[in-house]
Nanobody, 123 residues
Framework: QVQLVESGGGLVQAGGSLRLSCAASERPWSSYTMGWFHQAPGKEREFVAAISGSGGTTNYADSVKGRFTISRDHAKNTVYLQMNSLKPEDTAVYYC????????????????WGQGTPVTVSS
């Protein structure tokens, strides 16, 4: 059973930056694709970004391309989401998730989920 714990959310002004972290308990975790999703109040959970098990391939939602960067540190069993040029519409709870599939851009493809970390971007 993979346990995922997110951190790094908070309140930031529009144009600012945040870095989210997701620590995974499972080894060998390099076999898992890791993804980030977000869910705004009253809306469905949406794909943000994903990174392959090796870290060599990434995939982004069109809305975050050029602003967000996903990366992973195998030594720390951690995946990151660097979020720059944040906009009010980025406000949501951000979840990390793990799957053995690739590409994986919909929630139902993911098996393990963290508890989420809230991000609020003020205008």
């Amino acid at each position: 059973q993979v346990q995922l714990v997110e951190s790094g959310g908070g309140l930031v002004q529009a144009g600012g930056s945040l870095r989210l972290s997701c620590a995974a308990s499972e080894r060998p975790w390099s076999s898992y694709t890791m993804g980030w999703f977000h869910q705004a109040p009253g809306k469905e959970r949406e794909f943000v970004a994903a990174i392959s098990g090796s870290g060599g391939t990434t995939n982004y939602a069109d809305s975050v391309k050029g602003r967000f960067t996903i990366s992973r540190d195998h030594a720390k069993n951690t995946v990151y989401l660097q979020m720059n040029s944040l906009k009010p519409e980025d406000t949501a709870v951000y979840y990390c998730a793990a799957t053995s599939s690739w590409p994986a851009t919909v929630p139902r493809e993911y098996v393990y989920w963290g508890q989420g970390t809230p991000v609020t971007v003020s205008s």
